[in-house]
């Protein structure tokens, strides 16, 4: 397995990132001559520990610099130690990165992390209250509308069991009867019984009759639409808790200030999830929670009356509903519509286990998802930029790369600079500026809005407020996420009091490691630096950015390898522990197309 190429070829110099195989081979081998050589030299061993922590990898981030065990109450410097005396002079720390196409360890750890913050707002535990599980609970899927006919696999009826290598029969592609063309001369239907692999599935069948630019406006605002769904939603569930004679909750907010709410909100955790045709669509956990007027941030349970059914009716009605028109574009005057499609599936989730769709199904299936992107179109690319988008956007290629072309074009600047000698004087005085007046308290005279001597936090923040108005160009974005066709938002998104954060699990699990060999006569002496109350030894950290990637190639085959063993050793071992504990592996939930 080869390592991804760093930032700068060819780089000697220290904090500058190099590429894999830049290092003058001595023996002139390929990668696995040099994975030999490495294998077969007596610090392997040392070097295959030191770089455990980030041996699964693709791109591990490479630093350089000090380590001081500080005493903490005299703050002697006890020992000091030089990455330079360590394996390939670089502490090796894993990229982070949750793209499974890009990293599959890191992605992996990523994946579980979600799994177990999405099922904790379900079940409970990590900090979320057990009573959680009795909330009422639904698992909606909410799909872009059509843009154009798209060649798809459907299939009415299912008598598989295992949706994920379903093999039923499907039906025929846009079978009718009327055999006629498009407006461009090309067959508007599709006999074919698409397979569940087949390449054409998710392409236009007339590439000219289908709206790319609506598509990609519409995966720009695809967050705001979801935003507006669920207000809109949280909405109708005030209304009905009106009519039920359920009042208002009266909360104190951290201004001090007293207001009324409804008695019901919701909490959410949401995946975004790209189709073959390049939409987006969203699977979301969502809750119905009630509010404490002793403490608003608690997470308690709903006034009693309110069910699934009423959480379900709320989130079909408001999507139904909510429906808004963009901004116009000097393409469009009048702007696109946006809404959702006809496909909405909203599914009740059960805690016992026992049920179609249960608390880990959908955990696992919203995790899953978090780790992907833009694979399911055929199209991989890091941003683009002015050098690089002719490689991909085409207005006469393939699908995708209509797709990236109408974001670029959309989202170019529609504004016309005036030039300087036609604009006319502007005397206003500048945002943030006044009249000259003198401070009453210390006589200082000055132009800014408060006296920058007695009040300098209040000038601090007239200071930090933006000179300029925003441009009123809101398709600006398209650009920056032409490479994601338009989606601009995060793949795993929940509400604040949901469930856990992610910084929560890595804290966890870094103080988990610390204290997993307590035990140990070795073990248990050394802390970290944010560790200041404990009576230990303080390891104080001086590193550098050093690099990127692996240093060759063969090192890479070997820490991918090792890795790669260990995580089949630990799926074995699940495997083999469901199987004395008589469960199986939950497959993946069937949803809407």
Known sequence: MASTLDLTP?????????????????????????????????????????????????RPIRLAGSLYTVEPLTGRVLDQRHTDAMPDAAIYTACGNRRATVCPS??????????????????????VPESVSRHPAVFPTFTAPSFGAVHVRAVKRHTCRNRKRCDCRPDPCHARRDTGLCQHGRPAVCWARHEAGDQVLGQPLCLDCYDHDHQVVWNLFSGELWHRTKQAAERHLAKLAR?????????????????????????????????????????????????????PTAVVPPPAGFTIADLEDALRHAAEQVRFHTPG????????????????????????????VTDSMVAGYLAKYATKSTEVTGHRSVRLDADTIGDYADPDGDHTARLINACWR?????????????????????????????????????????????????????????????TGNPYGRLRRWAHMLGFGGHFLTK??????????LRETRVAFRRHENQGDEHSGTVQAADHLDDDTTLIVRTLTFAGVGWHTNGDALLANTAAALARERRTTGREELAHELGSTAAGPVPVAA
């Open 243 to 295: 009519r039920r004679g359920i009042p208002r909750v009266q909360i104190v907010t951290a201004t001090g200030n007293t207001r009324k709410v409804p008695p019901v909100r919701l909490s959410h955790g949401k995946a975004a999830e790209f189709q073959a045709r390049g939409a987006v669509h969203f699977h979301a956990l969502v809750r119905l929670d009630g509010v404490d007027p002793t403490d």
């Open 329 to 356: 574009h000097p393409d469009r005057p009048e702007g696109w519509p946006i809404t959702w499609g006809e496909q909405v599936d909203i599914r009740p989730i059960s805690l016992t286990g026992r049920g179609e």
């Open 106 to 127: 890191c992605a992996q750890t990523y994946q579980r992390d979600a799994y177990q913050l999405l099922r904790a707002g379900l079940v409970g535990g990590k900090g």
């Open 10 to 58: 060819r780089a000697t110099a220290r904090g500058v990132g190099s590429n894999a195989d830049t290092i003058p081979p001595v023996y002139g081998y390929t990668a696995a001559g040099s994975a030999f050589e490495r294998a077969t030299g007596p610090d392997y061993f040392g070097w295959l520990e030191h770089v455990r922590a980030a041996a699964g990898c693709t």
């Open 495 to 504: 509400a604040r009091r949901y469930t856990v954060t992610f910084q929560f």
């Open 410 to 470: 959309i989202g170019r600047p529609t504004g016309t600079p005036v030039p300087l000698s036609h604009r006319p004087l502007d005397h206003r005085p500048r945002p943030g500026f006044v009249e000259p007046w003198e401070c009453p308290d210390c006589g200082t005279r000055t132009r800014y809005a408060a006296c920058p001597v007695c009040v300098a936090h209040r000038q601090a923040t007239l200071d930090a407020q933006p000179t300029k108005p925003p």
